[in-house]
């Protein structure tokens, strides 16, 4: 299927869940990381939650890393180059919504994309080889190509694989699982 199709499909389909479907929904899909073998590395690269998009709450991730002591880092965007920087979270960092209402860091201790070991990943939709569809930007993909190869990518999503194969350009970067409120999947 194509990818405009699809994003406007799990916009949709986001924009029908209620509050309480989120929230449940992003506590089992902490929960279902639980079960994954990724907590004896160190730095761990984790969305914010955009609430207007109905993103997955990842609050309750943070709240993990942070009772498991790693290093958390979050990302603040380029919507020049599409690029990103990522800066530690620590008790210090001040966050403020962007234009886009993505919220990002100030300021603060910026990490090398090379220092990351799992990276957990937002997505709308992705299918069953590991091909993912963003907002269409390709920040992940830019960012994601800068990580070492044995970096962790995990896509968190609301919905199950699209059964259909999702058209890839040679700069995707594939996932290495998916997490979903009811199951977890490698690929």
């Given at each position: 299927m194509r990818k405009p199709l699809l994003r406007k499909k799990y916009k949709d389909l986001r924009q029908e869940l209620s509050e309480t479907q989120v929230e449940d929904n992003s506590l089992a899909i902490a929960n279902k990381l639980l079960s994954l073998d990724i907590w004896n590395n160190t730095f761990y690269h984790?969305?914010?939650t955009i609430e207007e998009q109905k993103e997955i709450n990842t609050d309750y991730i943070l709240n993990i890393l942070s009772g498991k002591d790693k290093n958390i880092v979050i990302s603040k965007s380029n919507f020049e180059d599409y690029s990103m920087?990522?800066?530690l979270l620590t008790d210090n960092t001040?966050?403020?919504?962007n234009t886009y209402n993505i919220p990002?860091?100030?300021?603060?201790?910026?990490?090398?994309s090379s220092q990351l070991e799992v990276v957990f990943i937002p997505l709308l939709a992705f299918d069953n080889t590991g091909h993912r569809i963003?907002?269409?930007?390709?920040?992940y993909d830019r960012f994601l190509a800068q990580c070492k190869p044995e970096t962790i990518k995990?896509?968190?999503?609301?919905?199950?694989a699209e059964a259909e194969t999702i058209e890839a350009s040679e700069d995707d970067i594939k996932l290495d699982y998916c997490v979903t409120p009811n199951h977890i999947i490698t690929f």
């Open positions: 984790i969305f914010l920087t990522h800066y001040r966050i403020k919504k990002e860091p100030i300021d603060g201790i910026e990490i090398p963003g907002y269409g930007k390709g920040f995990i896509g968190l999503s609301f919905f199950e």
